[in-house]
């Protein structure tokens, strides 16, 4: 295991061997910034579902820019607004608003659940550092759910819709109703996949399936990720990340589902699983597991990411939407080593967003707040949290990915925040 671990490491590193980290200033640590508070002239203040993305894809230099946004319901239009800082997450302005409206059949509406990604490879016309921006887009009469992809060209300045993934019956959360929810992507094995939540397939009442595309345009099969014989039971808001032992975490809520020990759902409501798979295609074929710490089980809307900070294996970060707390496993996920830590004051929010900034050995993990669900007034914010233990190496701890696009070889998962081998 470790010998072919260690060519692995041997062959990747001679792959890009004339390239050296570039190195960037490292993270300053933000306690808690204001990235957005909505007009007063807003009717509805409330969002929630942060996102955020670090560019890093075209050989930056200095302080790197991270962009944001999260669900909020304009008066004046179909748009997210994206935020930007160049200071790490200390300060933001708005660069732009991200207009959906690719279909010119659905006008109207909201847009829910934001994801942004930068481009490490080509894929159709889009060239690395394109941005993309998902959501779900629902329409003023409710009629329907769609997950489309917008693009940008110039780092957030300007947006076009590319293609819809997928689209769905009216939002409606009960089983047996045909919409779609909560995409993710990841680009990997020279595919931009979309995961997302499914309630169109008769056979469950909602899925986690994903569908790949290598020009952004056309989109394959549905794949199932996460499909449970119970027809009853929701598995939902899936996010993945590489961990320390170079496999694919995804993690999930479920949905009606009852604790096999006590019988209820009492204590964890939606509880977190996730599943660990040797490729982030291949969750299908793997069990899952329930993210359960000493002191309870994580409940609704997780969020993972991997860091190499914390010890030999790095530390999966794990947030979710109803404790303040994180969840850090440094055992590769091993299910008896979940440890419920202290978030260092973020606050809950309706699935806080995480990502791991440059320098610090990887230890600086930002965190984003849209806010909770439902409520009325919401302040979108930044802040740090440091991961307990040594620091880490590789890229994810010290600087940016090497600028290696011209180099002919796209290695799948060689992206920000992942395993350095
Ligand atoms: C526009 O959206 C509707 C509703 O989801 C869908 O049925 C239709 O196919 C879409 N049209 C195009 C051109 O994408
Ligand atoms: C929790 O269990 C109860 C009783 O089975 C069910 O009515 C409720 O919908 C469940 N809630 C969630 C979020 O799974
Ligand atoms: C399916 O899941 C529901 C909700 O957790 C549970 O009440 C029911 O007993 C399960 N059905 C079977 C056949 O296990
Ligand atoms: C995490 O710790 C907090 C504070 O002790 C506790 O209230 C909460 O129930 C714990 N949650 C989990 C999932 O361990
Ligand atoms: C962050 O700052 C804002 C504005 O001062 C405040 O309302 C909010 O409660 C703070 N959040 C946390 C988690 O302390
Ligand atoms: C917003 O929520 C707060 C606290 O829940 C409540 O006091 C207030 O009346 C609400 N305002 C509106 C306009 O609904």
Known sequence: MFSSLLSVVTSALLATTAVAWPNVPSAPFVQNATVFSPPANWPNKGGSYARSVLLNQNCEKGNPTI??????????????????????????SELSKAYFNGNASLSGGIILQPF??????????????????????????????????YASTDKGA???????????????TDNGAPCVWEPFLLAYSNQLNVYYSDQ????????????????LVSWGDVINDVAYANYTQRP????????????????????????????????????????????????????????????????????TVW????????????????????????QNGAPGAWKNVSSQGHGVGYTRSLSVLPGNGGKTVQVL?????????TLFSAGDFIVPGPAGHGPGASGFPA????????????????PWW
């Not at 946004?69 to 790490?88: C, E, F, N, R, V």
């Not at 707040?369 to 007034?377: L, T, V």
């Open 67 to 92: 962009l944001a946004t999260a669900a909020y319901q304009p008066p004046d239009g179909q748009y997210l607004i994206i935020h930007k800082s160049t200071d790490y997450g200390a300060t933001w």
């Open 116 to 149: 942004l990604y930068e481009l490490a490879q080509p894929f159709g016309k889009y060239q690395p550092g394109t941005i993309l921006l998902s959501a779900n887009y629902i329409p003023g009469d409710f009629s329907s759910t769609n997950i489309q992809l």
């Open 158 to 172: 300007s947006w076009e819709y590319v293609s819809t993934v997928a689209a769905g019956g009216p939002p409606n």
């Open 200 to 215: 169109r397939d008769p056979a469950y009442g909602q899925k986690l399936a994903h569908q790949s595309s290598g020009d």
């Open 236 to 303: 939902g808001m899936i996010t993945v990340a590489q961990i320390g032992n170079g496999k694919w975490m995804c993690s999930y809520e479920v949905g009606l589902w009852t604790d096999p020990v006590t019988g209820s759902n009492d204590s964890a409501p939606y509880a977190t699983h996730y599943k660990i798979a040797d490729s982030p295609l291949d969750f299908g074929s793997v069990g899952d597991s329930i993210l359960k710490t000493p002191e309870g089980i994580s409940s609704a809307g997780p969020y």
């Open 307 to 330: 860091t190499p900070a914390g010890g030999p294996s790095g530390t999966i970060v794990v947030s979710d939407s109803s404790y303040d707390q994180f969840f850090l496993n440094t």
């Open 369 to 377: 707040n849209g806010g909770m669900y439902g409520s009325n007034m």
């Open 403 to 418: 600028c290696n696009h011209n180099s002919g070889g796209y290695g799948h998962g060689w992206g920000w925040g992942s």
